[in-house]
């Protein structure tokens, strides 16, 4: 299929193939007939991109803000690789559309293949001619309202939204500052709820526009328009301003302060600068509002991807139940967005679209891109379920594998990108072969940049291809052990991110498909045995006579609100999804199991103190804190036994303290943490039939302690990790 696509580091806009969305449970796969390009907020976005890296550093402090704290944890140059990696690929555009549904996912009950939906979502309602969009974020279209017209319905729906946060009552009067495609909009639901309009825009053309769609009057900001304001509500004021203007001043602030009544209320949707002139706010004891997208539910997972909606006698209107009062109001004709569709372009024409409003030789309120209609006769039948894997035939398992090595991966995030492929892409012996994403233009950028042969979004397409040898697994943790599992049983050597499973039951899951398919060729991404700094400092150290003590401590810091790391309930604990990390490091390090852990944390459980008791007799203390100051690193580790200490400083400096004293220098390119050389020694192990770089006892008793820490944590007591097994 094709779609729009944008790169932010350069500007670039094209029309690329990508691979058509996998229907998944919970949502629908729409084939869209047409999409509304938001001219204020897709525009600020390509005008953005054409900045040099400066000019988006000064558009966007609130992300220079969140790369500086990067720095300080992860250091210079893996925030820069990451950064780069980041704004050198395909963004989507677009986020509001209608289409007809061509399947429907499992969970979906209130529409069938062949519906009309208007739908919503900057990552769902793309620019492209097919798009899976949850269930949340579609609604139905009656066949009263015209394709094109319900293709205005998400934009409405912020309109309405901005609405609802001023809380109009009838007859009351507003003043809407910027009259574009949302203005215009709200203009025509405040009219339909009886509410007097007045319109302000430095354009003519649309102040004519509004009062043509219910505005009483509109005009330029100027001393004609302050005039029109007192006229119309007899000096009063207007009893509430919706700011819909994008402006780099405060211009529209000052308007509306101005223009607003006493205890009257000022609502922002746009996009300006907010310096309020305090006097006059206090004198007016005005309420100051922001109206955030389409409504609650936006930017909460749990309602846009997991379909889970908020009841009605707490939260009356939800960003679904916005959009389909816009349907409502467009099918009584009750709202009438004809007047605002100035272009019709054909989705072919995209880019050059896109360049013309940019350049501004397209000056219009609203532009929809027309799509191909289907072919008379053509009849879309959505792909057949997948059947399980047949057991592959394990006699030649550990036997060398063909070169060039045929790999796939399934996922392709900012850690697969910026940490696993580099270290693959251009080397002779390996053969990139397939990539799949739940996102399209996610897998179309791994072709680009590392030059994959197919993208798909159905691992099927990987699973079933008998020529792929190895596949890596770096989805979300509630994933892993599902696709590995699944993997394993079609005859793949699995290279899977950390945690292999985030319970005993999918521990299970991929023990049986090992002793049912015969395969154990399986390594989970514990990267940090493999880091250079820590494999010279273990030989300095030297071997052990007896147990040994030891101190690792992991300053994690706080993880920003909207990490899909902080969902425990859907993918485990923070400390399940990483703390494997440093039991196996210490596992490695002292040549030992796992027996006992025993767990305590902060009030808040954000700070974790866990004490791990091994079979060797040793004993080590991982301390795993979100507390700390990110400027001090992130890992420091300390191993004492025999006479000796070896200390790790976030893997740039080590030493070791004894008979024989060693100390390295400075990193010369920063970190390493083993990524190359795990990734190395995975793809040694595929080609050679020899021995996985971490034996599979070794990855389960791992795995079990990590698991371990949460049932510690319950039940306030040691936990063995033969308990942890059975989940007492």
């Known amino acids: 299929m094709k779609q729009v696509v944008q790169n932010y580091r350069t500007g670039e806009l094209a029309l690329i193939d990508t691979p058509v969305p996998a229907c998944r449970p919970g949502g629908v796969l729409v084939r869209t007939s047409y999409s509304l390009i938001s001219t204020g907020t897709e525009l600020m976005k390509v005008d953005e991109a054409a ?8 558009a966007r402090p609130d992300q220079v803000a969140k790369v500086l704290a990067s720095a300080a944890s992860a250091g210079p140059v893996a925030t820069y690789q990451k950064v780069m990696n980041k704004l050198d690929s395909w963004t989507p555009l677009g986020y509001s559309l209608e289409g007809t549904v061509t ?9 069938t293949v062949g519906d009309r939906v208007a739908a919503a979502g900057n990552e769902q309602a793309l620019h492209a001619e097919y798009n899976w969009v949850p269930r949340n974020l579609f609604v139905r279209v009656p066949d009263t309202v015209f394709e094109s017209h319900a293709a205005f319905t998400t934009v409405g729906a912020i309109a309405m939204q901005g609405l609802r946060q001023a809380e109009p009552a009838l007859g009351e009067s507003v003043l809407v500052i910027g009259l574009g495609l949302i203005g215009a909009l709200a203009v025509q639901l405040y009219a339909a709820a009886g509410v007097r309009v007045i319109g302000a ?20 900001p100027s001393s004609a328009l302050d005039s029109l304001v007192a006229e119309a509500t007899g000096g009063r004021g207007v009893d509430h301003v919706l700011i819909t203007a994008g402006a780099r ?4 602030v000052a308007l509306a302060v101005r223009a607003v009544r006493g205890r009257g209320r000022i609502v922002d949707i746009g996009k300006c600068a907010m310096n309020f ?13 922001f109206s955030r997208s389409y409504g609650p539910g936006r930017y909460d997972p749990r309602y846009e991807l997991e379909g889970r909606d908020y009841p009605a006698e707490y939260v009356r209107w939800t960003e679904r139940r916005n959009m389909e009062c816009f349907v409502d109001l467009l099918a009584r004709r009750r709202i009438d967005v004809a007047p605002l569709i100035s272009d019709l372009a054909d989705f072919d024409d995209a880019v050059p679209t896109y360049r013309s409003l940019q350049e501004g030789g397209l000056r219009s309120v609203a532009v929809l891109f027309r799509y191909p209609a289907v072919p008379p006769g053509h009849v879309e039948v959505p792909e057949p379920a997948i059947a399980p894997a047949r057991l592959p035939d394990t006699s030649s398992r550990r036997r060398p594998a063909s070169r060039p090595l045929r790999i796939a991966f399934i996922g392709a995030g900012n850690y697969a990108n910026s940490m696993l492929l580099p270290h693959l892409r251009g080397r002779p012996d390996i053969d990139l072969a397939t990539v799949v994403t739940n996102s399209a233009l996610s897998a179309a950028n791994a072709v680009e940049k590392f030059g994959f042969h197919r993208a798909a979004t159905d691992p099927a397409a990987v699973l079933e291809d008998d020529a792929v040898a190895a596949v890596f697994v770096v989805t979300r943790h509630r994933s892993h052990a599902d696709l590995v599992a699944r993997a394993l049983r079609a005859g793949k050597a699995v290279f899977v991110e950390k945690p292999l499973a985030l319970t005993e039951a999918q521990i299970q899951q991929v023990l049986t498909a090992v002793r049912e398919s015969g395969n154990d060729r399986l390594h989970v991404g514990f990267n940090r045995r493999f880091a250079p700094l820590l494999v010279e400092a273990r030989a300095a150290f030297g071997s052990r006579s007896g147990p040994a003590t030891a101190r690792y401590l992991v300053n994690a810091g706080p993880l920003p609100g909207d990490s899909w790391y902080l969902d425990a309930e859907a993918e485990g604990t923070r400390f399940a999804g990483e703390g494997g990390h440093f039991l196996d490091t210490l596992a490695w390090l002292l040549g030992a199991r796992p027996r006992s852990v ?9 700070d974790l103190q866990v004490t791990v008791r091994w079979d060797d007799g040793s004993v080590a203390t991982i301390t795993y804190a979100a507390s700390g100051a990110p400027s001090a690193g992130k890992e420091h580790l300390e191993l004492l036994a025999d006479g000796q200490l070896l200390r790790l400083t976030d893997f740039r400096r080590a030493d070791v303290h004894g008979p024989q004293r060693w100390r390295s220098g400075r990193l010369p ?8 050389a795990q990734v190395s020694a995975f793809l040694r192990s595929v080609c050679t039939g020899g021995p996985m770089p971490i034996p599979l006892g070794s990855l389960i008793s791992t795995t079990r302690a990590t698991l371990a820490v949460s049932h510690s944590l319950a039940s306030g007591i040691a936990v063995t990790v033969e308990e942890a097994e059975s989940g007492s």
């Open 249 to 252: 001043d405060d211009a529209p």
């Open 103 to 111: 399947a429907v996912g499992e969970g979906v009950a209130d529409v």
């Open 669 to 676: 390119r920063g970190q390493d943490k083993g990524q190359r």
């Open 51 to 58: 900045l040099s890296l400066v000019g988006k550093a000064r």
């Open 201 to 220: 825009d430095l354009d003519p053309a649309r102040c004519e526009l509004a009062q043509l769609t219910g505005a009483i009057a509109a005009a330029a």
């Open 277 to 289: 002139p305090w006097n006059a706010c206090y004198e007016k004891e005005i309420d100051v509002r």
């Open 598 to 606: 025993f767990a305590a944390a902060t009030a808040a459980s954000d």
